[in-house]
């Protein structure tokens, strides 16, 4: 894979080196911090720039494509944002980023508005970008799908169930179209924010990992493991 970074100035490209053997897989990084660097060295077009601005999906989407292009890579992963203090504006206040996952089989872009400091803001861009990284790879992942081996999803879904003295028990998830009774509860966990992450084994051998918001009664699919015939 290759980076190409503004805001982070490098960070992500450090964080992801800094795993014994990321040679492995890590080709390089540019860091386009001036708009001549980004025209320069990654081929993003002055055009974009004018028209849309170096903090914008279309210039980190030119990024991420520029520096696969540019360094041979399956994946090129971009970030350009504002990281503060100043330099914000109304429509793109100061921890306004934008992230780009571009790959040989799929284009992926994100926009984030943190509200840290200049480094805090920096090292959640990195954050993202790494989450971002990882659910393109447990989607490719799904054409080997492995019983022991989660897919992220972090989805919205439909969960019938109940709860008692702060204990949840969900009875059926509505997940790709179909209905799984749950059969088997595992560890629930109450989070910093007062949501709780319910661990729930269903019909067929499906596991899911589930968070209820407490407060709304709303429900994301965060993880789910497949039995091997549902690959």
């Known amino acids: 894979m290759a980076?190409?970074?503004?805001?982070?100035?490098?960070?992500?490209?450090?964080?992801?080196?800094?795993?014994?053997?990321s040679s492995a897989y890590m080709l390089g990084g540019?860091?386009?911090?001036?708009n001549h660097a980004k025209m320069r060295l990654?081929?993003?077009?002055?055009?974009?720039?004018?028209?849309?601005?170096?903090?914008?999906?279309?210039t980190a989407a030119?990024?991420?494509?520029?520096?696969?292009?540019?360094?041979?890579?399956?994946?090129g992963l971009a970030t350009t944002g504002i990281a503060g203090p100043g330099g914000g504006t109304p429509d793109k206040p100061v921890g306004t980023v934008y992230l780009h996952l571009s790959a040989t089989d799929v284009e992926?872009?994100?926009?984030?508005?943190?509200?840290?400091?200049?480094?805090?803001?920096?090292?959640?861009?990195v954050q993202a970008?790494?989450?971002?990284?990882?659910?393109?790879?447990?989607?490719?992942s799904q054409s080997d799908q492995h019983p022991n081996?989660?897919?992220?999803?972090?989805?919205p879904v439909v969960v019938e169930a109940s709860e008692q003295a702060g204990r949840w028990k969900p009875r059926a998830v509505w997940v790709q179209d179909k209905r799984w009774e749950i059969v088997g509860w595992g560890r629930q966990s109450e989070q910093a924010n007062g949501s709780v992450v319910v661990m729930v084994?269903?019909?067929g051998g499906a596991r899911f990992e589930l968070v209820v918001d407490v407060v709304s009664g709303q429900w994301r699919l965060l993880r789910a493991w497949w039995p091997r015939q549902i690959a």
């Not at 520096?67 to 890579?73: F, H, S, T, Y």
């Not at 840290?116 to 803001?121: F, T």
């Open 108 to 125: 992926w872009g994100e926009r984030h508005v943190w509200p840290h400091d200049r480094a805090g803001n920096k090292l959640a861009s």
């Open 129 to 140: 970008s790494l989450d971002l990284l990882l659910r393109y790879l447990d989607r490719r």
């Open 201 to 203: 084994e269903a019909n």
């Open 149 to 155: 081996r989660p897919q992220r999803l972090d989805l």
């Open 3 to 21: 980076t190409a970074e503004s805001c982070t100035g490098g960070l992500l490209a450090s964080v992801l080196t800094d795993v014994a053997g």
């Open 42 to 58: 990654l081929a993003v077009q002055d055009a974009t720039l004018q028209t849309y601005g170096a903090v914008s999906a279309e």
């Open 30 to 34: 540019v860091v386009s911090y001036s």
């Open 62 to 75: 030119e990024m991420a494509q520029g520096a696969r292009r540019l360094l041979g890579g399956d994946i």
